[in-house]
């Protein structure tokens, strides 16, 4: 971007954006910003969840392909195994999702969970505690508890809670334990890698990143290309078979991109106009 003596506007099409240092200080810096509080902070990501813990749970994909490699040919069904090992599965009915910092996305993904039959817990940092809100069956201040007793941890903290998912808490969780992070700062992303590759966890579902293309909100995503643009470098998470990597699927739906388009088109007409801009994240400097 330092070869364009001309800028004047770094638009992003996303919540994401350039890391400033790599701007020149005479462009100002936009990002689309879309209606999080009624429409892309709580719903998508509470749907977005249970989503990744259906797909945990039933593996739909994965029992497809073994049941299509044999279930069909001449000599079906002889090289399929035992219909219990090709039909069993866990259900969610009974199983236990913990969310921990319960707010209004936590209460998004309980309603959801709790109609399922999941038994739901969650903790907050300050109470009332007691009677519990429907449809929790405790809540507390207690995140030990919370992660010893789930069999799904979901993660609802603001990214300015920095390292609460770390060795520790990590060995609390129990062996079978999926964690489901819906901010990338409050985890440990070394300690969760050493208990995924050990493993002393089950899983993880991972669709937020402290790096690369994937960092929020500045991302670093330019030349020189490589190993400083990818989610995470000190870890092969994309080579453990006990994590499911993503993009940042969660707020990103169609209905987001429609609206980033409309947006970005505004900020052109307005840049073109000499109108405000809209998202400013850093007004340019002559």
């Not at 929790?136 to 007793?149: G, I, M, Q, V």
Request: with cysteine; hydrophobic share 40%; aromatic share 10%.
């Amino acid at each position: 971007l330092g070869h364009f003596p001309r800028l004047h506007l770094v638009q992003s099409t996303s919540y994401t954006y350039t890391r400033l240092a790599d701007v020149p200080i005479q462009a100002t810096v936009s990002s689309y910003q879309p209606n999080w509080r009624d429409v892309y902070g709580v719903e998508p990501i509470a749907e977005f969840v249970l989503a990744a813990v259906f797909d945990w749970t039933y593996r739909l994909r994965v029992k497809a392909a073994e049941f299509a490699s044999c279930a069909w040919g001449s000599d079906a069904p002889t090289r399929c195994p035992s219909t219990q090992q090709l039909t069993a599965h866990p259900v969610l009915m009974n199983q236990t999702l913990g969310v921990l910092g319960y707010g209004r996305i936590g209460e998004a993904i309980a309603r959801r969970s709790a109609a399922l039959g999941m038994r739901t817990v969650a903790t907050k940092v300050h109470g009332p505690f007691s009677p519990p809100p429907p449809p929790l069956t405790w809540l507390s201040d207690d995140n030990d508890r919370l992660l010893r007793e789930s069999d799904f941890v979901v993660t609802t903290l603001p990214g300015s809670v920095q390292g609460i998912i770390n060795h520790t808490s990590l060995s609390l969780m129990k062996p079978g334990a999926v964690l489901i992070p819906t901010s990338a700062h409050p985890i440990d992303f070394m300690a969760l890698y050493h208990a995924l590759s050990t493993p002393s966890i089950g899983g993880a579902v991972l669709d937020v990143w402290p790096h690369g293309c994937w960092r929020y909100p500045d991302t670093e995503c330019g030349p020189p290309y490589g190993a400083s643009t990818e989610p995470w470098t000190r870890g092969l998470f994309e080579r453990l078979d006990n994590v499911v990597p993503l993009p940042g699927m969660a707020m990103r739906d169609d209905r987001f991109w429609a609206g980033s388009i409309e947006w970005v088109a505004a900020n052109l007409q307005a840049l073109a106009h000499g109108l405000p801009l809209q998202g400013i994240v850093r007004n340019g400097t002559v």
